[in-house]
Structure formats: structure tokens, C-alpha cells
């Protein structure tokens, strides 16, 4: 997703799900359903921090696992083994990375309100 087409759906209040990682191009599975959320961050980014302040509100707190990239080198390990980048934040849905803050906070927006429905 290019920025302006982020800027465009958050203006319009209703930010799409992205298909595809912008920047190592993967297909991103849809939201909704159980699916397996491992969160890369370090708590001095402000991207990070960004996403992180939104799993509490959008419900999603206890069903992302965080995984700090400056305090456990397994994770920094892990998460260049898997994308051949360090770049945080990164969310792993069902193993495949989406990277970018924005592009998470509309796929985790997206996926709460699936979660919402499906309970509803």
C-alpha cells in the first residue's frame, strides 16, 4: 500500500486490509478467523509503539504476542531468518510478515471487527 493510498483510506475513516506486504511483497492472509500473531517490536520506536497502543482499544491485547527485538536476541535472530531485515515493526500473521505501522493497524482494525462479527 503507498502512502497515499494509506492517507486516502484514513482520511475516509475506513482503512482497507492490505493483501500484500509492502515491502517484502508476501501475501498477507485475511483478517479474521484464529490466526497465529507474533508482533517484532522494540519499545523505544515510535512505529512500534504506535501499534502497540492500539491492541488494548481494538480487544487484540492478549492474542498478539510481542516479541522485543533489542531485548531478546533469539527474536532479532529470528525475525532476520524469516524476512532478511531487522526493520520492527512487523507482525507475522500465520507466518507471513506485514510490515509498516500503518498497514498493521488497518489489517489488526480489520481483522477486530471480523472477530466482532463472528461474535456477535
Not at 508482533?39 to 504506535?50: E, G, I, N, S, V
Not at 488494548?56 to 532479532?76: H, I, M, N, Q, W
Not at 510490515?99 to 466482532?116: K, P, T, V
Amino acid at each position: 500500500m503507498s502512502l497515499w493510498s494509506s492517507i486516502r483510506q484514513m482520511a475516509s475513516g475506513s482503512p482497507a486490509a492490505p493483501t500484500h506486504c509492502a515491502v517484502s511483497g508476501a501475501a498477507v492472509p485475511a483478517p479474521g478467523g484464529s490466526p497465529r500473531l507474533v508482533l517484532y517490536k522494540f519499545d523505544a520506536c515510535p512505529y512500534c509503539q504506535r501499534v502497540m497502543r492500539q491492541l488494548g482499544p481494538l480487544g487484540l491485547a492478549e492474542a498478539v504476542e510481542l516479541r522485543d527485538t533489542l531485548r531478546e536476541p533469539s527474536a532479532r535472530a529470528s525475525l532476520m531468518a524469516a524476512t532478511g531485515m531487522g526493520q520492527v515493526p512487523c507482525l507475522f500473521i500465520d507466518e507471513a510478515p506485514l510490515f509498516e505501522s500503518a498497514d498493521i493497524l488497518a489489517w489488526l482494525s480489520q481483522h477486530a471487527a471480523a472477530r466482532r462479527g463472528a461474535t456477535a
